[in-house]
């Protein structure tokens, strides 16, 4: 067994929001995704950002504002937005900040629907 624990203390700042990436930890066996912690602070937003990856991001703490691609989505605690490669997404926080755990892989051929 092995834990990632969310320490505020040793996030960076990239796209405008705390970021605590899984890769700078060492791992028992390497894992088939990638991972990191994200926190925006609150009253603020992420940068927009878009990625080739697909992107299963789960908010586990506060109210998350989701917009993508021009439409809006309220996610709180529980919930899970699943990005598709390619989809331009902010992230935004009100009154409180949001922590979320985001998961990402690149999508392979036979996943996506691609010939290969």
């Not at 992107?55 to 699943?82: I, Q, R, S």
């Amino acid at each position: 067994m092995q834990t990632f624990t969310l320490d505020e203390s040793q996030l960076s700042q990239e796209y405008g929001i705390g970021i605590g990436r899984w890769e700078d930890h060492p791992k028992k066996q390497p894992l088939p995704f990638d991972a990191m912690w994200c926190r925006v602070p609150a009253h603020s937003e992420s940068a927009p950002d878009e990625h080739p990856e697909v992107e299963l991001a789960v908010v586990v703490g506060g109210t998350a504002v989701f917009c993508v691609d021009g439409a809006e989505v309220t996610a709180g605690p529980g919930t899970a937005v699943l990005l598709s490669p390619g989809e331009r997404h902010v992230i935004k926080a009100a009154e409180e900040p949001v922590r979320i755990l985001s998961v990402y892989w690149l999508p392979s051929a036979a996943g996506s629907g691609e010939a290969g």
